[in-house]
């Protein structure tokens, strides 16, 4: 089985794009919302939205079921991944990923956004185990004419 160095970089977006940050709770119907410009309508339509943990430890919460095996996070706004081959048997993967502003960053990955998040399947993939990840400032990933993050 072929095994992957694996490099996350998240990004955020463009603070001249986005909206400030809110301070008050959204509601689920603004959650929803707002996890539905993630992608393209073919695969947002019938995708399950989920909401981030309250706590580390605390689990998705669906906020609308899916029919079509995608799901979608509020404040995310999408990603990128760029793989090449190191020899035979490994492959580097880089994960450009774009968020609304730093809270989504926040919601995904905690409080520290400089540390690497790690779920226990990445074991079955991962050669390294990088601590921390980067982070910066983007244009807009769509272009002037994509769809707005």
Known sequence: M???AFVLLFTAAVTSVQMPASH????D???IESALQAGPKF?????TVIDYPT???GEFRVLRAGTNGWTCL???AGAVIATRDLDLERSEIVTLSWW????AIKAFAGDDISRS???PEDDRYLLTHPEFVQHYESTDPCGEHGRKI
């Open 117 to 119: 998040r790690y779920y």
């Open 2 to 4: 072929r095994k992957f």
């Open 43 to 47: 695969v947002t339509q019938n995708a």
């Open 74 to 76: 509020p404040g995310y």
């Open 55 to 57: 706590s580390p430890d």
């Open 29 to 31: 119907a603004e959650k």
């Open 24 to 27: 008050k709770s959204k509601s």
């Open 100 to 103: 609304k502003n730093e809270a």
